[in-house]
Every structure is written in C-alpha cells, then in structure tokens.
C-alpha cells in the first residue's frame, strides 16, 4: 500500500468552526449557541459574521439546549457547543427528552472529546459520550477524522433535518482527507484496501490505522481501514462487506470500549456475521493529565497497539 503522509497539522474544532460559518452563509436559519466557550469551540468567526444569529448561554448548557429546542421549533436550526463533558453528561435529559424524544432539528456539538483534552485531566476527558448520544432513538452521532472531515461533516449536519451529535477535538492532529470531499451521513469510507484484517477506525484513530495499515504491509500483511465517520447510523454494508472478506476486524477509537464504535461493530458481526474482533479503546477507566500523545500510548490507543491488535485477529481467525 501507498503510505498516507500529512504534513499539515490542525484541529478538528476549527474545522467546525470553518463549516459553522459556511453552513451559517447557506442557510439563514442556522444559529450558533455556546456555553461561555465561544473561542474554544471555535465559533468567533460566525458570531462576527451573523451576530444576530449568535447566542451566548453562559455556563448554563441544560439552558442552552432548552433554547435550542425553542429554536428548532420556530424554524431554525440551532447549533449548540461547549465540552464534550458538559453537553453531554450535565444535560443528557434535556438532550434525551427535548430534542432526541421530540426528534427536534437541534445539533449537539461536542469538543475537548476524548483523552487528547491531555493536561484537562479526567474530569474533562469525555469518553463515554459516543455511548450516551447512539443510545438514543432519533440521534444521529458523527465523529470526523480530521479537519477537513470535520467541516464537511457540519455543513452536512446543517442541510439534515433532525438530531446530530457531532463530536471533535482540541490537538492539531493530521490533516488528510480530501478538502472538498462531501460527507454522507450514514457512508462509510475505504481508506485502503485489504484482505487480511479490517481495521474500523474513528476520529483521532483513523490517521493512526493507516499508519499501522502500511507498517503492517511492510510485515507482509494486508489490511483494509474503513473510515466509520458516522457511528449512527451504522454502514452495516460496508461493514459486511469488508469482514466477509478479511474474516477478522479492529476497532479503534477514541472512547471506552464499552458503549462505542466496537459494540456497534460487535453487535452486528455477532448477529450477521461472527468473526474474531480486538478492540483498541480504553478499558473501563478514567483517564488522568498529560499530553495527548502520552496519554494516547499509556490508553493503548497509539499505532503499535493497533498494529498488536491486527496481528492478535488474524491469529483468532
């Protein structure tokens, strides 16, 4: 396989931000509100654009939603953000009862996802979000690769009518895919091409597979990575396809193994299509401060690990 290089590093939160203002320039009933993070989830570039279309909650996000709501109901289609931590655990019944029970047009968009929050430490590092937000009915759950992805991601958000939750990230990671490429929701994406393993990746990890995907290749292994951007709805074909092919799978994410994109694979292979899965996720536990890349190695969610976890699959087979 063609090894992917990126030489360019950028935040999958500015990249929401860039297809905020895109969307916002399209569509006039698409609103910002954020929960006194206006900066850090990137949205300074729309509130200067459409001011009146801006709206800052303060720390109030089961507020914000409420309103995102009230929004949704008039027409609009509001974009609420703030940590991935706070809109999620802090309001998960009013996400749960006004907008996903009421199938409201609101999007629910996370940032500081994951352990690459780094020196935020656990009480920041939202891990368990991709397993709140799938679980409930109507909610259709995103998590781009990279910047990007990120940006086509919202603006397809924008044009979908009902709940989103897009999810995205602090660091400057990898910057890769296609600028222009649309995004489908529910569409999953080949990466690369192989027959011995499918690595299904997510968010941070997709950039990581690949890297593991070519080393592998240089062992003589041949590993397809399939792009799962959007966790719900699941590409069950595309899924399908792939194991009946390689007869083995990985997941990888940027989450708990318990609750993420691996239950999901693990679901449908168990009832279609049992096959041997390794799972590369944190095991049930918190996480502490650090760096992003320290962290990422000490959660076991680095290359080496993936590469581990192709090699453990294939020998299940």
Do not use: W
Request: some cysteine.
């Amino acid at each position: 396989m063609e090894k992917i290089e990126s030489n360019e590093l950028k935040d999958t939160r500015s990249g929401f931000g860039a297809g905020l203002l895109e969307a916002g320039k399209m569509n006039p009933n698409v609103f910002a509100l954020t929960g006194d993070v206006t900066g850090s989830v990137k949205m300074g570039d729309f509130k200067a654009a459409f001011p009146d279309r801006f709206i800052q909650v303060g720390i109030a996000e089961a507020n914000m939603v409420g309103i995102s709501a009230g929004l949704a109901l008039s027409g609009k289609v509001p974009f609420a953000s703030a940590f991935a931590g706070f809109i999620t655990g802090r309001v998960y019944d009013q996400i749960r009862m006004t907008v996903a029970y009421s199938n409201l047009n609101v999007k629910i968009c996370a940032s500081h996802a994951g352990l690459t929050v780094g020196e935020d430490g656990a009480t920041h590092e939202m891990m368990e979000d991709l397993g709140l937000m799938k679980m409930l009915p109507n909610m259709v759950v995103i998590n781009p690769c990279d910047y990007n992805q990120t940006k086509m991601a919202t603006i397809a958000a924008a044009e979908y009518n009902g709940p989103v939750y897009l999810r995205f990230g602090r660091p400057a990671v990898p910057n890769f895919t296609p600028a222009d490429e649309p995004f489908v929701i529910g569409k999953a994406i080949t990466m690369n091409e192989g027959t011995d393993v499918t690595i299904f990746a997510t968010g941070h990890l997709v950039y990581p597979s690949l890297q593991a995907a070519y080393a592998l290749s240089e062992q003589g292994f041949s590993v397809e990575v399939i792009n799962i951007a959007t966790i719900k709805p699941l590409d069950e074909e595309a899924v399908l396809k792939s194991v009946a092919k390689t007869k083995c799978a990985v997941t990888a994410e940027e989450h708990l193994m318990n609750g993420g994109l691996g239950d999901s694979i693990s679901q449908l292979l168990s009832r279609r299509m049992p096959v041997p899965v390794e799972y590369v996720a944190v095991d049930d536990q918190f996480g502490e401060s650090g760096t992003p890349d320290q962290l990422m190695k000490a959660y076991g969610l680095d290359m080496e690990h993936i590469m581990d976890a192709c090699k453990k699959a294939i020998a299940r087979k």
